[in-house]
Every structure is written in C-alpha cells, then in structure tokens.
C-alpha cells in the first residue's frame, strides 16, 4: 500500500515552461487537493477535487490547471511557470469529501528560473 | 487574511520539557482542528485532531487543549525527545453543505528539541 505518490521529487523549470506533477493515491479515496507550501504561509490550497470529473479552484489556483479523469489520479499542471509558483507541493488525498483525515504525499520541490 | 494564527514561529526546547505551540482562529464555523508533524523532506502526516466540544484531547505524549469561547487551541507536547524535532501545523476545517470541507493550516511551528 504506497498511499500517495508524487513526482517527481524535485524539478527545476525555466519561466514560460509547462510542466504537470503527477499525484497517484491508492487507497480508493475521493477527495484529492493540491496544496503549495511557503516559507511563512504554512500551506495554501490550490485545487482540490472531490471525485472523479469534478474539480473545484482553492485558495491560489491562478496558474494551475487540474483535471481527474479516475480516482487515482490528480495531475497538476503549470500552464506557463513564473518563478512566483517556487514552492514545494503536496498532494493530499482523503476518504471522502467529509473525511477530515488527509494523507499527504512526500511533496515536489519546484524550482523555477 | 489569515484565518488560522499559529505561534510561536520557531521553538527550542530541550529534552524532557513541554513544548507547548498555539493557535488562534476567527471562523466559529471551524469544526475540526488538526495538528500535523511534518519532518524534513516528508509531507505534513496527521498527529492528533479535536473537535469543539470537547476541551482536552491527549494520545501519549500529546495534547490538544481547546477553549472554545477564546477560539484558542494549543497542542502540549509532554517529555520532548529530539525525535519530536520537526515543523508542526495547526489545522481548522468545517463541513460545507455541497462542497468539501477545506481545511485552513496555520503557518507552522518549527520544533528543536535539544539534548
């Protein structure tokens, strides 16, 4: 049982590229997001979706693009990198949109130049 | 606008002493206040969590003290070992008819615990 799996790791971007951060979770959970985190700003939402075709924007969704085609997946997308969106990401994932419970992936460390 | 204040930022302490982290938050709609332990290079796991009625929670070493009226919450960590070094986040949440319940972390908590 892996839970939630990120790549990659780390990945250094130039501005202007795109570039999309996979997110797998394995534990038939419903509810997925996408959080960014800061230095200072603890950790921000920026997507989250609570099954599978339905997607919903969080706190700082500008720039980011998510889709949910199965349960297992949430891919993020930037659709056009901005050294702003430097950040380390964590996708998180629960039973369901009630469940208060997240399980949180090891995170992506994004660097962009 | 923060909705969740967390404080101290960064906190020492050494081995055997309480640490003691604090949050603040403004919604009275929150429902359900996390604490997640986040150690380098790992994303944030869930500690320990308490709802509004109840004041106290304690698992182990661990306790969430809760004053509702305050909107006040703190987590206690009792006989600190370096192993509880880490950064610790408080969370808030609360269920919302239609759409998921979201939550709000606070901006963190870096614990040193030294020998």
């Known amino acids: 049982?892996?839970?939630?799996?990120?790549?990659?790791?780390?990945?250094?971007l130039k501005t202007g590229q795109s570039m999309t951060l996979q997110c797998a979770q394995d534990m038939n959970h419903e509810y997925m997001s996408w959080y960014r985190q800061d230095p200072g700003m603890g950790l921000r939402l920026i997507h989250y979706s609570v099954g599978a075709g339905i997607t919903d924007q969080g706190e700082v969704p500008n720039g980011y693009n998510v889709s949910r085609s199965t349960t297992e997946d949430f891919p993020l997308r930037l659709l056009s990198a901005a050294p702003s969106q430097t950040s380390v990401y964590f996708c998180a994932s629960s039973k369901d949109r009630d469940s208060y419970g997240y399980t949180f992936g090891s995170g992506t460390r994004l660097t962009v130049v | 606008q923060q909705q969740v204040k967390q404080s101290p930022q960064s906190l020492i302490v050494q081995k055997g002493g309480i640490s003691i982290i604090n949050c603040a938050y403004e919604n009275t709609a929150?429902?359900?206040?996390?604490?997640?332990?986040?150690?380098?290079?790992?994303?944030?796991?869930?500690?320990?969590?308490?709802?509004?009625?109840?004041?106290e929670k304690?698992?182990?070493?661990?306790?969430?003290s809760f004053n509702k009226s305050a909107k006040q919450f703190s987590l206690h960590i009792m006989d600190s070992q370096p192993g509880d070094s880490a950064t610790y986040f408080c969370a808030a949440s609360r269920r919302r008819t239609g759409t998921a319940s979201k939550l709000t972390f606070g901006t963190g908590t870096r614990l040193q615990v030294t020998l």
């Open chain 1, 1 to 12: 049982n892996a839970g939630v799996t990120q790549t990659p790791k780390f990945q250094v």
């Open chain 2, 30 to 55: 929150f429902d359900y206040f996390p604490w997640y332990q986040q150690f380098p290079g790992k994303g944030p796991a869930l500690l320990i969590a308490i709802r509004p009625d109840v004041s």
């Open chain 2, 58 to 64: 304690k698992e182990g070493r661990f306790t969430i």
